[in-house]
């Protein structure tokens, strides 16, 4: 997969596909066409059977500082689309089917926290800040609560939102909203090698269990377990199919 885009690019990395955030003077920050591009790549990513796991990560200094609309029109017309546009990303980290790294090169803020929590695990700079800072801007971190509510406690969550607070490094860490905080010029690289681990079991099986983990986020107990036993049914098909060592 060679495909280049303006705003957003992917670069292979052995099995890993890099995506990069390409926006640094804006602090990459995601515009329409840059979200419908991101959504293109990962699309694109899902179905190339040489990519076996994705990182995410931004050019220069930041990571991701949110949503760009200034420039998408007045219209409700645009707005709908600008909308549309960043769910639609979003989405697609889910659905991707593969392991989703984010190498959090710098700060990751509004959409940019989102787009961390969105990924399967993150590196962090031991340099950057995490936060919602929207309402202090007239607004409210809309999309990224529906992907961040569910990994911060009601109080964080709204302490954050409120109070405009950046958080660290370290407090991510102690939050589990990132899994390792390293020196800055060891993100990429440590976001690759996780990656890479990640890329080394079977691509079917991982698929299967990573769909069944949004699919029954919502679910009731009962549906769970029933679409969790559909999985493991199609997993130990494809297990003997494939003439796999017996599980000890």
Not at 107 to 122: P, S
């Amino acid at each position: 997969m060679t495909a280049k885009a303006q705003a957003a690019g992917i670069d292979l990395r052995g099995r890993v596909a890099v995506l990069t955030l390409r926006r640094p003077a804006s602090g990459n920050r995601i515009t329409t066409r840059m979200a419908k591009e991101i959504t293109a790549l990962l699309e694109s990513a899902r179905d190339d059977p040489g990519i076996g796991a994705c990182v995410v990560t931004g050019q220069g200094e930041a990571f991701c500082l949110g949503g760009d609309f200034h420039g998408e029109g007045a219209t409700a017309a645009s707005r709908a689309t600008y909308s549309d546009a960043l769910t639609a990303m979003d989405w697609a980290m889910c659905s991707l089917g593969k392991p989703l790294v984010a190498a959090v090169n710098g700060n990751a803020h509004a959409g940019g926290f989102g787009l961390v929590v969105a990924c399967d695990i993150a590196v962090m700079s031991k340099d950057a800040t995490l936060g919602l800072p929207e309402a202090a801007r007239g607004l409210f971190p809309f999309i990224a609560t529906a992907i961040v509510r569910d990994a911060l406690p009601k109080k964080v969550f709204f302490d954050i939102v409120y109070n405009a607070r950046l958080m660290d490094a370290q407090e991510a860490l102690s939050l589990r909203l990132v899994n390792e905080v390293v020196a800055p010029g060891s993100v990429l690289e440590t976001a690759i090698a996780a990656a890479e681990k990640a890329s080394s079991y079977d691509p079917a099986i991982v698929r299967l269990g990573r769909d069944l983990y949004y699919d029954t986020r919502n679910a009731t107990p009962e549906q769970a377990f029933e679409r969790a036993r559909s999985a493991l049914a199609r997993a130990l098909e494809a297990y003997v199919a494939a003439g796999s060592k017996r599980l000890d």
